[in-house]
């Protein structure tokens, strides 16, 4: 059942003013980026820029908090995913925007009544035993209430308590609303070099246009649960009193497909602690660091293991159930509308790439970054490897809680640094690889956030080192292969070498030996008319300098001053001779 009814007057007044309204505040912020970022610090004031910087991005943050929560759709996930960055954005920015995910407002439950009982083709107190009507959790694009099933339905799926998630009625023709603003805004952005030459916007647009297509597509989201749940590695065992989480079970709710549409979703209740209320995990005695370590545990186990990943970790979506011993826990994530793969060219990158950081390799990072694809093959890394290597060097290993007792001015230096190098690499966003950076940032905040003292290096280390093992393994097979096969190219070649020695020693004798290089001369050739060309650029500068220099110190009257302004003009006008070679000279030489 679609949820596109014929659009009256004032739905389509709304959606005109809605469009209108994203597209001011992206005109706003992309202004407001170009004047403090690009043009003040060309005019030699990056320093006064930058010292009201944060305050800057705080109102931005406020503003845009407001606008989001007006609005709802799409600008919630975009809020949502920022109030993650933690580690690139100030607090006083993720404070604004954490309010984001729970400060939704709810649809009214009437419209969403109707909404789900058109969808079930009956009443709910006849669909299910109980139904609340005050939400759980108002989303951007759905609500969730609190159900039971009728004692038949129980029985046959084992459990009674669900949660019944209704899509908020209409969003169908938000979603459509803001991808037609943030397509226009893409184009606006396509158009400035210093993004186009990075970033592919545009698509970056289609592929968040299709996953939020599939957010609103709670059939799909269903079948990305119980891939999850079929996929995912769950192992004996608790984290209690472990700080690197392994053995943690990770879980996903089952769905009562006889309860489920495409607008509307029934799935057992698995809520439980909030992952991120650090003070409710102490009170049941779960050590909030040991939940760091798992979800870490998580997130790799679904990059590198199962290859399919959950795209939207942010802290509504994932909650911390209590085993049967103090300290014991699960893991479960619930909302899989956003949900991305990784097929074997992406895993091998993706493995290169953890790999270089388990082992510091600043060099080895670049060229995993190559081949993902986020470098353009035309990129000089040299100068981005020794970047890298320099960084990992000074910070690599600490903790956030350790970065934040370097010297700032420390900090700064390296980012103006790194800043000039990354503003000079070509970089581009292959396709999915957007998903799995917010995945990844999601996370890594979600782990900062439970435990300050934790540190990254020390949970991709286990990971990068079964790799190398994993690929060390892989690598023997495949020598022991070439080796076969080199033995037996070798052997062929040796019963053919006579022969082909007496017909070299032959042409030797008779002279007609001769060396054959083209495409040597032909790079030759275009170096020589090249150095020419420099040559005749110089003489035209030196003949510009020369004639000006000879006007401006002319006086007036006295013949010698005549005559420099006469050689002055001349020597000018003769400089277009050399201008004109160093433009157009040889190119018709083949």
Same mark, same amino acid.
């Given at each position: 059942?679609?949820?596109?009814?014929?659009?009256?007057?004032?739905?389509?007044?709304?959606?005109?003013?809605?469009?209108?309204?994203?597209?001011?505040?992206?005109? $706003?912020?992309?202004?407001?980026?170009?004047?403090?970022?690009?043009?003040?610090?060309?005019?030699?004031?990056?320093?006064?820029?930058?010292?009201?910087?944060?305050?800057?991005?705080?109102?931005?943050?406020?503003?845009?908090?407001?606008?989001?929560?007006?609005?709802?759709?799409?600008?919630?996930?975009?809020?949502?995913?920022?109030?993650?960055?933690?580690?690139?954005?100030?607090?006083?920015?993720?404070?604004?925007?954490?309010?984001?995910?729970?400060?939704?407002?709810?649809?009214? !439950?009437?419209?969403?009544? @109707?909404?789900?009982?058109?969808?079930?083709?009956?009443?709910?107190?006849?669909?299910?035993?109980?139904?609340?009507?005050?939400?759980?959790?108002?989303?951007?694009? =759905?609500? @969730?209430?609190?159900?039971?099933?009728?004692?038949?339905?129980?029985?046959?799926?084992?459990?009674?308590?669900?949660?019944?998630?209704?899509?908020?009625?209409?969003?169908?023709?938000?979603?459509?609303?803001?991808?037609?603003?943030?397509?226009? *805004?893409?184009?606006?952005?396509?158009?400035?070099?210093?993004?186009?030459?990075?970033?592919?916007?545009?698509?970056?647009?289609?592929? !968040?246009?299709?996953?939020?297509?599939?957010?609103?597509?709670?059939?799909?989201?269903? #079948?990305?649960?119980?891939?999850?749940? @079929?996929?995912?590695?769950?192992?004996?065992?608790?984290?209690?009193?472990?700080?690197?989480?392994?053995?943690?079970?990770?879980?996903?709710?089952?769905?009562?497909?006889?309860?489920?549409?495409?607008?509307?979703?029934?799935?057992?209740?698995?809520?439980?602690?909030?992952?991120?209320? %650090?003070?409710?995990?102490?009170?049941?005695?779960?050590?909030?660091?040991?939940?760091?370590?798992?979800?870490?545990?998580?997130?790799?186990?679904?990059?590198?293991?199962?290859?399919?990943?959950?795209?939207?970790?942010?802290?509504?979506? *994932?909650?911390?159930?209590?085993?049967?011993?103090?300290?014991?826990?699960?893991? +479960?994530? *619930?909302?899989?509308?956003? /949900?991305?793969?990784?097929?074997?060219?992406?895993? $091998?990158?993706?493995?290169?790439?953890? *790999?270089?950081?388990?082992?510091?390799?600043?060099?080895?990072?670049?060229?995993?970054?190559?081949?993902?694809?986020?470098?353009?093959?035309?990129?000089?890394?040299?100068?981005?490897?020794?970047?890298?290597?320099?960084?990992?060097?000074?910070?690599?290993?600490?903790?956030?809680?350790?970065?934040?007792?370097?010297?700032?001015?420390?900090?700064?230096?390296?980012?103006?640094?790194?800043?000039?190098?990354? $503003?000079?690499?070509?970089?581009?966003?292959?396709?999915?690889?957007?998903?799995?950076?917010?995945?990844?940032?999601?996370?890594? =905040?979600?782990?900062?956030?439970?435990?300050?003292?934790? +540190?990254?290096?020390?949970?991709?280390?286990?990971?990068?080192?079964?790799?190398?093992?994993?690929? &060390?393994?892989?690598?023997?097979?495949?020598?022991?292969?070439?080796?076969?096969?080199?033995?037996?190219?070798?052997?062929?070649?040796?019963?053919?070498?006579?022969?082909?020695?007496?017909? %070299?020693? /032959? %042409?030797?004798?008779?002279?007609?030996?001769?060396?054959?290089?083209?495409?040597?001369?032909?790079?030759?050739?275009?170096?020589?008319?090249? #150095?020419?060309?420099?040559?005749? &650029?110089?003489? !035209?500068?030196?003949?510009?300098?020369?004639?000006?220099?000879?006007?401006?110190?002319?006086?007036?009257?006295?013949?010698?001053?005549?005559?420099?302004?006469?050689?002055?003009?001349?020597?000018?006008?003769?400089?277009?001779?050399?201008?004109?070679?160093?433009?157009?000279?040889?190119?018709?030489?083949?």
């Amino acid at each position: 059942m679609t949820d596109r009814p014929t659009a009256r007057p004032g739905r389509r007044l709304r959606s005109r003013a809605r469009y209108r309204r994203i597209l001011a505040f992206g005109l $706003r912020m992309m202004l407001q980026t170009w004047w403090f970022d690009l043009v003040l610090p060309r005019l030699g004031l990056r320093a006064w820029s930058r010292r009201g910087q944060t305050a800057r991005l705080t109102r931005s943050a406020a503003r845009f908090r407001r606008l989001a929560t007006d609005l709802g759709g799409l600008m919630i996930k975009v809020g949502q995913f920022m109030s993650t960055r933690i580690d690139m954005l100030p607090t006083e920015v993720t404070d604004q925007l954490a309010a984001l995910q729970d400060a939704v407002p709810a649809a009214p !439950f009437d419209r969403v009544r @109707a909404q789900a009982e058109a969808d079930l083709g009956m009443p709910l107190d006849r669909a299910f035993a109980a139904f609340t009507a005050e939400p759980i959790a108002a989303a951007s694009l =759905g609500q @969730a209430y609190r159900a039971r099933l009728t004692t038949q339905d129980a029985t046959a799926v084992g459990y009674s308590d669900v949660v019944v998630k209704v899509q908020r009625p209409g969003i169908a023709d938000i979603v459509e609303v803001d991808l037609a603003a943030l397509r226009k *805004i893409a184009g606006w952005l396509a158009r400035l070099s210093f993004v186009s030459d990075r970033a592919d916007v545009p698509a970056l647009i289609e592929e !968040f246009a299709r996953t939020s297509h599939e957010e609103i597509d709670y059939l799909h989201e269903a #079948a990305e649960a119980e891939r999850f749940s @079929a996929e995912f590695r769950t192992a004996s065992g608790a984290a209690s009193g472990r700080r690197d989480g392994a053995g943690v079970p990770c879980r996903a709710p089952q769905v009562v497909w006889e309860r489920s549409t495409r607008r509307v979703l029934t799935l057992q209740d698995v809520t439980a602690v909030k992952i991120n209320d %650090v003070a409710a995990l102490r009170d049941l005695g779960i050590d909030p660091s040991a939940v760091a370590g798992a979800l870490a545990e998580s997130m790799f186990t679904q990059l590198f293991d199962n290859g399919h990943f959950h795209a939207d970790p942010h802290p509504g979506n *994932i909650f911390v159930t209590p085993g049967l011993e103090r300290g014991e826990f699960s893991l +479960n994530f *619930i909302d899989f509308g956003m /949900t991305g793969t990784i097929d074997d060219t992406l895993r $091998r990158g993706l493995t290169d790439l953890v *790999i270089a950081v388990g082992t510091r390799d600043g060099a080895g990072m670049v060229d995993a970054m190559a081949g993902l694809g986020v470098l353009l093959p035309s990129a000089d890394t040299t100068v981005l490897a020794e970047a890298m290597t320099e960084l990992f060097d000074r910070f690599g290993g600490m903790a956030v809680a350790d970065l934040q007792h370097v010297d700032p001015k420390e900090f700064e230096e390296f980012a103006h640094r790194f800043r000039d190098v990354i $503003r000079t690499m070509p970089f581009q966003l292959p396709e999915n690889f957007l998903l799995i950076m917010r995945a990844v940032s999601m996370l890594s =905040g979600l782990c900062s956030t439970l435990d300050p003292q934790f +540190n990254i290096w020390e949970s991709v280390t286990p990971f990068a080192t079964r790799l190398i093992r994993d690929r &060390a393994g892989a690598s023997a097979t495949q020598v022991a292969r070439r080796a076969v096969s080199s033995v037996a190219g070798t052997a062929k070649v040796i019963t053919r070498l006579p022969g082909r020695l007496d017909h %070299v020693i /032959t %042409v030797v004798e008779d002279g007609d030996l001769s060396v054959n290089t083209p495409q040597v001369e032909h790079q030759l050739k275009r170096l020589e008319r090249a #150095a020419v060309r420099v040559v005749a &650029a110089i003489v !035209f500068v030196g003949l510009v300098v020369g004639g000006a220099v000879l006007r401006g110190s002319a006086g007036a009257g006295d013949s010698w001053s005549t005559a420099a302004n006469v050689v002055g003009i001349v020597m000018m006008g003769c400089s277009a001779l050399p201008l004109l070679y160093a433009v157009f000279g040889g190119r018709r030489v083949r």
